[in-house]
C-alpha cells in the first residue's frame, strides 16, 4: 500500500502545473535521433498524448532531414552542394514534400492515434497556413528553399478547437504552385507566435546549453533573452547552436511565454519538463 500512496504523491505534485498549463498551446518541434529510434519516439508519443489528456493543446512541428536524404538517394537523384548545403531543386522539392507531408507526418499521426488521441497532419499548403518566399541563406541560390512570411492559424485554432492535435511537415507552396522547404526550426517558431504559445519546445540531440561544452553538468537550465548576445560574444554559445538560440530569443520577442531546448534522447523529457519544479535542459524567458 505505501509504494501506491507514493506514486499518488508523485501525480499530486504534478497538480499545479496540471493546472497551470490546462488549455494552454505548447508547440514542440521534433526532429533529430528522437524521430528515428523507435524507443525514444514512442516515450516523445506518450508524452504528447498525455499532455492532450489532461487538457493540455499540444501541436508538433515535425523535420525529416535524414529520411530525405535516403529518398533522393533511392530515386537516385544527383544531389548538388554549394558550400558544403545541399541545393533544393524542383524534383528534390517534390521528393522532400513527399517524405515530409507524406511518409513522415503520416506515420506520426498514426502514432499519436494508436494511444487514443485524436491528431490530423498537415503542411504549411494546407488551409493556406504558411505563406512563404524563397530564401537565400549566406547569399547563396540553394534553390527551393523558403521561409514562412506569415502564417494563418485558423486551420490549426479549427483542430485545437476541435480537440486535435496538429502535426504539422514543414514544406509549402506559393500560389504559382512551386514547392518549398522549409527549416523546421524556423517553422515551429512562426507557428508559436501565429499562436501566441505558452511555450515553443525544441526536442533536439543535446542536453541543453552548457558553458563547458565537455561537462554535462554545467548546462544553463534558465536563459535571460537579455543574456543571449553576451553569450554568443563570449563563446558559450557556438556553431549550430547560435542560429536555434537566436530563433529561441525572436520566439519570445514575437510573444511567446518560455521556448525550452531538450534532449529527446532523455525518456519522458516532454513531461520532466512541464511537470517537474527543476525541469531539464535550458529554458530561455
Known sequence: MREYVQKVNILMESLPYIKEFKDKIVVIKYGGVALEDERIRKTIIKDVAMMKLIGINPVLVHGGGIQ???????????????????????????????????????KIVADILAE???????CGTDGN???????????????YV???????????????????????APVSTTPNGDIYNINADFAALA?????????????????????????RNSIISHLKVDDVEKYIEDGTI?????????????????????????????????LLEIFTPQGVGTMIE
Open 129 to 143: 497556413l504558411f505563406e512563404v518566399e524563397k530564401i537565400l541563406p549566406n547569399g547563396q541560390d540553394l534553390g
Open 146 to 168: 523558403g521561409e514562412v512570411k506569415h502564417v494563418n492559424p485558423k486551420i490549426l485554432t479549427t483542430l485545437i478547437q476541435g480537440d486535435f492535435v496538429p502535426v504539422i
Open 68 to 106: 530525405i536524404t535516403d529518398m533522393i538517394k533511392e530515386v537516385n537523384h544527383e544531389s548538388e552542394f554549394i558550400d558544403g548545403l545541399r541545393k533544393t531543386d524542383k524534383k528534390s522539392a517534390q521528393i522532400t514534400q513527399m517524405v515530409l507531408a507524406g511518409k513522415i507526418n503520416k
Open 191 to 215: 507557428v508559436a507566435a501565429g499562436l501566441n504559445a505558452q511555450k515553443l519546445i525544441f526536442l533536439s540531440d543535446i542536453e541543453g546549453v552548457k558553458r563547458d561544452i565537455f561537462d
Open 238 to 270: 557556438t556553431g549550430g547552436m547560435i542560429p536555434k538560440i537566436q530563433s529561441c530569443k525572436k520566439a519570445i520577442e514575437q510573444g511567446v511565454e518560455s521556448v525550452h531546448i531538450l534532449d529527446g534522447r532523455l525518456e519522458h523529457s516532454l
Open 116 to 122: 487514443g488521441v485524436a491528431a490530423v497532419g498537415i
